[in-house]
């Protein structure tokens, strides 16, 4: 089957209820998404499908194709991404780092979907599991990103 | 003097008593007879034998009569009645604990007709008021495959720990004078051959009515065919509310098509369901290892029984559910504990994780199946040798008994979806009901 994966093209052979992480780490190499619980409960395994959300653990892959999918590889190609990864720099915001790809999409769909969220419906979006515990980095990134980003991006918003 | 004609009186009614009472025990431990009495057991052809295993699989023997991980058909399996427990047999060939001196006709006495040798009784745990619908033939290929396709093993049987006097079997036979129905399957004239096969195999082997149909008092199934209202219409059992199969459009097949039905038990899913609960174990021995014609034969059938507006209520159609729905509680859990998979519009990733829209467990009444699943998850559901890739997990650690109640009602009201809020009273004692670790799990009642 053809799958569109960060903006490219590629032909996948699998059955139809493999998982999209499956496809994405060990098909196609593309390692920067985790595997965390496999049950769709910690959200490690994040991407994005046609700019939602979506936990590809759980998501057969033949339900993506003809959608558009964005793993962290290519989130900076996102404009909106691209300022998510940068506050998650200037905050400072992994320790470990493994569950942080999936943070940092989770923050990308809420803030493409809602430019503006508070703080009620950042917990409420915002609900990926971190076992270093660094929520408190995470809602203080999104709360900074969301007040800014009816502002133009700022030049020196530090890139990773 | 005048104590006399009492004590005639008094001797007559005693020895009327013990007359009635000797009738009794002679007509409830009587050997039946047996079609195929008159014939010998000489070893089968490999084609016999072949066809007896697939009746078995049919039949779904193995889901009683073996416990998970040991020897197929060495019984052991413990099934809480409500006199007490009872255990699987043994019917694997062995000579001393199985039923390898069971005669043809031995054998058809205890499938079709709930009586073992010495003429005990059977409890209806077996589930031969359905079985007594199978063909002669049938029977005979049964027997084949179990005396000479099965290994027999020494495993003596458990007895039961029903109570002196309950304990009694004889008055089974007086049970089985008014709740089942003599005779094997008679094709119906009217109705061509593929509903005369398909109502044989659900009937008979599928014994489809042991969890699907309700039961009466006496615990006897109120319907035996497609001839009672009651026949399929749906029943609580184990913790499970089996759905109708009649074509009732919400707690039943009404808007499945007959392919629906035939994939359904060939995969263990379609664009409506995944089989979970009992249905896995069901789904997983044996319906996926019935032939095509066989299933589109019981998926024909099945669509012939007509549903019933009085019970089912009107059809259900989809509602989209806005963001406002989402608001409370139970909407908010949603969103965090269900949606990745069963999707925000509740319409699930088809066919490989189902719907809740629509589903029957948000549809019924019943709200057991929905909180069953949710404490515990779903069993591996295994197609053709493969396991599943996705599972309901057990949320029985991460959400409370208010939790579970929130997000079921939630589920239970939107979409269209109308069986009801959920009580967290309901949830604590399926809870209690289904732990492992309780000193009483789970009543096992029929399968």
């Keep these: ?160 | 003097m005048s104590t006399r004609p009492y004590t005639k009186i008094a001797g007559a009614v005693v020895l009327a008593g013990l007359v009635l009472l000797a009738l009794l025990v002679w007509y409830g431990t009587r050997v039946p007879t047996s079609t195929l009495a008159d014939e010998g057991s000489d070893t089968p052809d490999a084609a016999l034998i072949q066809r007896g295993e697939y009746v078995a699989r049919a039949s779904d023997c193995v889901a009683c009569h073996s416990l998970p991980d040991a020897a197929p058909f060495a019984g052991g399996l413990k099934m809480a009645t409500p006199l007490g427990a009872i255990y699987a047999t043994n019917i694997t060939p062995d000579g001393a604990t199985g039923i390898g001196g069971y005669s043809l006709a031995d054998f058809d006495r205890a499938v079709r007709h709930g009586v073992a040798p010495e003429g005990r009784r059977l409890y209806p745990a077996m589930p031969y008021p359905s079985y007594s619908k199978l063909s002669d033939d049938d029977v005979r290929a049964l027997y084949a495959f179990f005396m000479h396709g099965v290994s027999p093993v020494a495993q003596a049987n458990k007895p039961s720990e029903i109570p002196w006097p309950l304990n009694m079997r004889w008055p089974i036979a007086l049970w089985n004078q008014l709740f089942t129905e003599p005779g094997s399957f008679a094709e119906r004239p009217g109705q061509n051959a593929q509903w005369n096969r398909g109502a044989y195999l659900v009937q008979g082997a599928g014994h489809c009515g042991s969890c699907h149909t309700p039961r009466g008092l006496a615990f006897n199934e109120k319907a035996l065919s497609e001839s009672g209202e009651q026949y399929l219409a749906g029943a609580l059992l184990d913790g499970w509310y089996a759905p109708s199969l009649r074509n009732d459009p919400n707690t039943g097949l009404g808007r499945w098509s007959e392919a629906d039905i035939a994939q359904f038990l060939k995969t263990g899913r379609n664009t409506h369901a995944v089989v979970f609960g009992s249905m896995t174990e069901a789904f997983n021995n044996s319906t996926q290892y019935l032939g095509d014609d066989d299933l589109a034969a019981i998926a024909h059938y099945l669509k012939s029984l007509p549903g019933d507006p009085q019970r089912d209520g009107p059809a259900w159609q989809y509602e989209v559910a806005d963001a406002s729905a989402f608001s409370g509680p139970g909407g908010h859990l949603y969103l965090t504990q269900c949606a990745a998979c069963h999707g925000r519009d509740g319409k699930g990733q088809v066919p490989w994780i189902p719907p809740l829209a629509g589903a029957t467990s948000a549809l019924t009444t019943a709200p057991d199946s929905a909180i069953n699943i949710s404490l515990n998850g779903s069993l591996r559901v295994v197609s053709a040798g493969v396991p599943d890739a996705y599972r309901m997990p057990a949320l029985r650690g991460q959400l409370s008994d208010q939790q579970i109640a929130d997000v079921l009602s939630f589920v239970r009201t939107t979409w269209g979806n109308r069986g009801g809020k959920v009580d967290p009273q309901a949830v604590a004692k399926l809870r209690a009901h289904t732990d492992p670790a309780s000193p009483t799990p789970i009543v096992l009642h029929m399968r």
């Design chain 1, 1 to 160: 089957m053809e799958l569109r994966i960060n903006q490219k093209t590629y032909q996948v052979d699998a059955e139809a209820d493999t998982p999209l992480l499956w496809v994405i780490r060990d098909d196609l190499g593309l390692t920067g998404t985790k595997y965390g619980c496999g049950l769709a409960q910690c959200g490690a395994c994040s991407v994005l499908v046609d700019g939602n959300v979506v936990r590809s653990c759980v998501t057969p892959v033949a339900g993506v194709v003809g959608r558009e999918v964005t793993t962290i590889e290519a989130i900076e190609a996102d404009e909106v991404g691209k300022r998510v990864v940068a506050v998650w720099v200037e905050h400072q915001v992994a320790q470990c780092g493994y569950c942080q790809s999936g943070q940092v999409v989770a923050a990308t769909a809420l803030l493409k979907n809602n430019p503006k969220p508070d703080d009620g419906q950042i917990a409420a979006a915002m609900v990926n599991l971190c076992r270093c515990g660094t929520y408190n980095a995470i809602q203080a990134a999104v709360h900074d990103l969301a007040a800014n980003l009816a502002t133009p991006a700022a030049p020196a918003g530090g890139n990773a």
